[in-house]
């Protein structure tokens, strides 16, 4: 079966008790995982994060972007994406092979995040200083973690799903998630309803790895309401390195050490930890930048 394109949807229930935002990620998960170069549980952390991320996104407003971090005690210790407003998204994993077997049925995400961290998020809201907020991780597992994120952070409940399923040669089946904040004024019953239709839910990565559309999920979990939906915003990998910002990279260290990497070396070669494109530099290169660097 042809992957679905990656895409987001957004919205509010029409009597604007629930905030609404459902993504499909898998071409997203697939390609960043395959330049990552993550093992099979790697790729289901990883994978989870990026829907996390994506779906953030869906709270932005035009020009505003966000960093969403992992870091735990357990062998992959940190996981990031940062994403835009245009459904711009990329990521990153410290160690991509966590080497752990399933556990019950299941691939170990919270054993290879481990169970003592942090959540981070940074908000770039075109103020002054970015918005940063950190939580310590619940239960290592990134749904709920989120979720308390944003209940002790901004104080907005939240029921966040997220799903990654793989095939039988650990490829990207399915992807993505849904997040569904209660707004100020929800009433008990309106809530009561949510949680019977949560539980009768399938399992997100089974919908998604069959074709069910994001608008059609959130749909399933609202049979009696209308939905006030956007039109849906297309998702995208997209990495803002280039070779300009490695030079600076490079320019940032101190002059002594840009000189020492021009003498002792035939060059240097910078490699983009989101997108892993590597930038060559010569010693004549490493030289021009030591002398630009020189007060």
Request: some cysteine; overall charge negative; charged content about 15%.
């Amino acid at each position: 079966m042809e992957r679905l394109p990656d895409v987001l949807v957004r919205g509010l229930t029409a009597d604007g008790a629930f905030r609404l935002i459902c993504a499909r990620t898998t071409h997203l998960t697939a390609d960043i995982c395959q330049r990552q170069q993550t093992d099979p549980t790697a790729t289901v952390a990883l994978g989870r994060l990026l829907a996390a991320g994506a779906l953030m996104t869906g709270l932005l407003k035009p020009g505003q972007r966000l960093a969403l971090a992992v870091e735990g005690n357990g062998p992959l210790r940190r996981l990031q994406v940062e994403g835009d407003a245009d459904g711009r998204i990329c990521g990153t994993i410290a160690q991509p092979v966590a080497a752990l077997p399933p556990r019950e049925g299941h691939y170990d995400v919270a054993t290879a995040i481990g169970r003592a961290g942090f959540l981070r998020v940074i908000k770039d809201l075109g103020l002054k200083e970015p918005y940063q907020g950190m939580v310590q991780l619940s239960s290592s597992e990134i749904g709920e973690d989120l979720a308390h994120y944003f209940m002790v952070s901004e104080q907005t409940p939240a029921c966040v799903n997220l799903g990654v399923l793989l095939d039988p040669q650990a490829g990207v089946d399915a992807s993505g998630g849904f997040l569904i904040q209660v707004l100020p004024g929800c009433p008990d019953q309106a809530l009561e309803l949510l949680e019977q239709q949560l539980a009768q839910l399938p399992p997100l990565s089974q919908l998604l790895a069959t074709g069910t559309e994001p608008a059609v999920i959130l749909q399933t979990l609202f049979p009696t309401q209308s939905l006030q939906l956007y039109p849906p915003q297309p998702l995208r990998f997209s990495c803002h390195c280039n070779r300009d910002r490695a030079a600076a990279l490079l320019a940032s260290l101190p002059t002594k050490e840009q000189n020492a990497l021009a003498a002792s070396i035939a060059g240097l070669s910078v490699t983009c930890e989101y997108c892993k494109t590597q930038y060559g530099f010569t010693p004549e290169d490493l030289t021009s930048t030591a002398r630009l660097d020189t007060p």
